[in-house]
């Protein structure tokens, strides 16, 4: 079956992510599916996300910036739920990126918000399309 299985990122603070993440997951409709001393995995719809401590970090600073990684989109629901998540974030620890652009950094088309949290992990969060209208 085709379609994305799963993501893992390597992190240094699990406590943080335990912090940051659950928030920002729950909201998207992940749930926590396990957890152990180095890591935890929440999952939705077949596709989950692992965050492992590990003693083999090359580098304990995650920066989007270098090859690898740039950010994790997601599907945010309705634009009401966007706008929620985007208000919300920074009392969980994101904070909003292109704000003076919100919700359309991406072009007109594309309704989304991006939020980085304190470890330099940037996320968009995807509105749906909204419905054609016919006249």
């Known amino acids: 079956m085709p379609g994305l299985h799963h993501v893992e990122l390597w992190i240094t603070d699990l406590d943080a992510v335990r912090a940051e993440w659950s928030w920002v997951l729950s909201r998207l409709?992940?749930?926590?599916?396990?957890?152990?001393?180095?890591g935890a995995s929440w999952t939705v719809g077949g596709t989950y996300l692992t965050f492992t401590t590990s003693p083999n970090l090359s580098d304990a600073v995650h920066d989007r910036r270098r090859a690898g990684l740039n950010h994790l989109a997601f599907h945010g629901g309705e634009?009401?739920?966007v706008d929620a998540i985007m208000a919300e974030a920074p009392?969980?620890?994101?904070h909003p990126l292109y704000a003076d652009r919100y919700p359309?950094?991406?072009?007109?088309?594309?309704?989304?918000?991006?939020?980085?949290?304190?470890?330099g992990f940037k996320l968009e969060i995807v509105a749906d399309p909204e419905p054609e209208t016919t006249p």
């Not at 009392?91 to 994101?94: D, E, K, L, S, T």
């Not at 359309?104 to 470890?119: D, I, T, V």
Request: hydrophobic share 35%.
């Open 29 to 38: 409709g992940y749930t926590l599916d396990s957890e152990w001393s180095g």
């Open 79 to 81: 634009r009401a739920a």
């Open 91 to 94: 009392a969980h620890g994101w």
């Open 104 to 119: 359309h950094a991406g072009g007109e088309q594309h309704y989304a918000g991006w939020l980085e949290n304190a470890a």
